[in-house]
DNA sequence: ATGGTGCCACA
DNA sequence: TGTGGCAC
């Protein structure tokens, strides 16, 4: 049986900035992305970026500010009424856009320890990863195995320790011959001195009492997995406790045999805490569980699962006889779900601790959407400029060099939306109908805000990344987007522009700007 | 006046 | 290859 965890940092771009200025430390603080239209100043990490004025939209928030009622996607102002003495930090701003780099590169130093003891490692965002700490698990219950036969617990550890990676056969065997004899497990795995912060998920009791109560079980109950789960713990303990002695971040984990109930217990409590969630924990946990808490099932799935199904609890949603289920879902999804339901799941940790693709964005709501392509060629350029910052560094730090360019563009489309009207290229038929009924009806023929919004519909078009140079980025994107205002004709809006770098392969350090500037000089056009 | 990223499944 | 969904 694996044993999983997944490590999310607590409100972790807070964290970054009150690094940064630990004046902030113990304050309710957010961090909030602003950009006035236009204004390509940039906002330098070393700038003062407290701005107690902006009404940017949150995107972390710090505990303490939690505890005042303010959350994530609210408005700074908003948010400052609740919690006057609020820190509004501004993320930094480069190219015209919110520059998220000091937040990358802090969560890379954060999977850098985390894989740093032989744990398979998965980045799965700027602030989470999941771990496949089995071997680390197997290790430290082998050695106590080892400890308690032999009685001397450091002749045990030098032996484990020369087993090493290499040994995980005898290791699996002293773990399966503890599991033979119940009696010895008790004893077999010291409960660790310091618990505080730890959880077992439906533990009779809260807290540390009830990780204690569930460890000081009698022998007899324990089975392989528990030991496992419980090894497995010490393991993640020992990698938290290593992320905020080496880096001073604090985050919180669950640890399980899955991992979606993994992603579950690093959730349940928080911050700078972790949670096990044993089997025999599954099924009082799930069962009053609201189907969007389950990764997901949070958007328009889990949506036609409680409709569909009239069910809003995962406990319901097992219950499901399988056939009705795949009536509504399909075979394969149902099977999928059913086992989900159950907290069954055999997706792999992945070991990848860097992203598969690197892209950079920006939207432009409003009066601020491109409506030409100069403007477009001129953002290209931005974004282009900064995509090709970060493919230096990442060439530089991992001899990698992407092969394939994307462009996406959202747009919106002139064509009036009126009842009489053509209907909007990418817009479906009822979400037109739905804006033509709507208070634009009566300006049918003319081009209004609810129409326009109507007829929201991204575009992505990809192309052979010959160099990973700003100017040839640009061009090629340029080129990308010119064709399809050819095809699509006059009268677009585009309210978003993304450009993303993927295919990674092998590359020499180092030598890319040296050959891309001896090859052909990219000032072509 | 919910931004910027990144992953994945599907057709 | 492109679209859409999900997550934070």
Redesign the pocket.
Known sequence: MRVLAHV?LDA?YTQVEVQRNPSLKGTPVVVV?Y???GDLRTVKPSDNRLFPDS???I?AVSYEARKHGVK??M?AQAAKKLCPELSIVQ?PVAHG?????IY?DAGAAVISVLSSDGAICE??????AYLDVTAGAQQLLAAAAAAAAGGGDAAGDALQAQLGAGGSQQQQQAVDDAGAQPAAVGPLLPLPESIEGWHVADAAEPGAAGVAAWWARPAACWNNDELLLAAGAVVVARLRASVAQQLGYSCSAGIAHSKILA?LGS?LNKPAQQTLVPAAAVPGLLGPLPL?K??????????ELMTGLGVSTVGELAAVPLPRLEALVGL??AAWLQRLAQGKDDEEV?P?T??????????F??A?ALTGLTAVHGWLSQ?AT?LQE?LDNDRRQHQRTPS?L?V?IDTLAAAAAGPDSAAVP?ASAAIVQAAAAGPAAAAAGRATPQNWRAGV????????LRRPVAEVMAADALK?VKKWARDRGQGWKII?I?I?A?NFVAAPTGASTLDSDSCSTASSS
């Open positions: 999310d972790f992305q950009n006035p239209y009404n940017g939209s995107i994530r996607n408005m993320v856009k919110a520059d998220i780099q990358r980045r799965a965002s700027v602030d989470e992603k959730g969007p389950l990764r997901q099932l949070g958007g328009k799935f889990g949506e394969e999804n992945k990848r860097l992203p598969k693709s690197i892209s950079c964005g920006k939207t709501r409003g601020s974004l900064e970060r394939q994307t996406s990418g519909a991204a575009v992505s078009r990809s192309t052979p990308l978003g993304f993303s993927s």
